[in-house]
């Protein structure tokens, strides 16, 4: 039973990983000129549905939670990659590669307004309390 687990969560992870990469090459894909509108409208809400804490099921609610990440996803990246010509895609597919091999790239900006935000956010609360 352990060594199936062990093949099991082998799996999970490497599907995980190209997943990650995959939304990386979408989010190329929608930084480039000769993408459509429409396009990138489509990658865009499925590049930030994938990226951000907020789902539409919560994860906290059983099975359903973690059900719509498991089946959501994966349905937006096979819709949104049926949109962009192969060629384009391949690029972006290798140039997300690249930037993995490389390691995760850092964005202190974005991280210092998401800690602002919190910071803000927990500030409100104890003003709250307090009062």
Do not use: H
């Amino acid at each position: 039973m352990d060594n199936k687990f062990k093949v099991w969560f082998s799996y999970i992870k490497q599907k995980a990983k190209e997943i990650k990469k995959e939304i990386g090459a979408l989010y190329l894909a929608y930084k480039r000129p000769d993408i459509p509108f429409y396009t990138k409208l489509v990658l865009i809400i499925v590049v930030g549905y994938a990226l951000s804490p907020i789902d539409l099921i919560p994860d906290f609610i059983p099975v359903l939670g973690y059900l719509d990440d498991l089946v959501l996803i994966p349905l937006g990246i096979a819709f949104a990659v049926k949109l962009i010509p192969r060629d384009i895609m391949d690029e972006c597919r290798q140039q997300s590669e690249d930037i993995f091999k490389k390691g995760k790239p850092k964005n202190w900006v974005v991280a210092g307004i998401i800690i602002c935000i919190w910071i803000i956010i927990i500030g409100y609360i104890t003003v709250k309390i307090i009062k």
